[in-house]
Structures are given as C-alpha cells and as structure tokens.
Nanobody, 115 residues
Framework: QADVVESGGGLVQAGGSPKLSCTAS????????IRWYRQAPGQQRESVAT???????NYTESVKDRFTIYRHNARNIAHLEMNSLTPEDTGVYYC?????????WGQGTQVTVAS
C-alpha cells in the first residue's frame, strides 16, 4: 500500500506561491514516478507535472515556467512549488505515485486562487 498523502493547499491570492507536498511509503517512493494532477470544477483531471524516478521532469505547457516539481527520496517526499498563480490554477491537486508494481492516488488537496 502506497499511503499517498498530499498537503499544502488552501486559499491563495492571485500571484501567490504555495508549495504542495506529497508523501508515500518508503517502500515504493524511491523507485516511483511522482505525478501531480489537478482537477478544476467541472473539468477532467489533467496532468500538471511529473518527476520520474530518474529525476527527469515534465510539465504541462500552462505551468512550465511557473511550477517546479522536485523530490527528496531520503525523506519520501515530493513537492510542487507554484508561482504566479491565477484563478485558472484553482482546483483539487492530486499526487499519483507510480512504480512497476504500484499505482496509487492521494485524496487530493484543494487550491483556490482568489483574484
């Protein structure tokens, strides 16, 4: 069991810079790809950022110059640093932890950007 837990969401003013965190069990974290998704109200869940077990990162175009994903394997934690938020970034942010034998989601953390 992966026990994925997100934290760090909340109400943020436009232009703010919150940092989300994702933890998972030690057993799988170091060998897993970590993916952040978000789901805006009435919209489908979309991929936002990924950091592979190799350390390679990918971002969706709309966040590429504003968000940074990184990980600390020794601490079983990954972060998504978000900058210059706009109301369009509002949504529930989910962490997805994927390895060759595990695929797990967290419960999500709400980020609301006030204009």
């Amino acid at each position: 069991q992966a026990d994925v837990v997100e934290s760090g969401g909340g109400l943020v003013q436009a232009g703010g810079s919150p940092k989300l965190s994702c933890t998972a069990s030690r057993r799988i974290f170091g060998v897993s790809d970590i993916r952040w998704y978000r789901q805006a109200p009435g919209q489908q869940r979309e991929s936002v950022a990924t950091i592979l077990s190799t350390g390679r990162r990918n971002y969706t175009e709309s966040v590429k110059d504003r968000f940074t994903i990184y990980r600390h394997n020794a601490r079983n934690i990954a972060h998504l640093e978000m900058n210059s938020l706009t109301p369009e970034d509002t949504g529930v942010y989910y962490c997805n932890v994927v390895s060759s034998w595990s695929y797990a989601w967290g419960q999500g953390t709400q980020v609301t950007v006030a204009s």
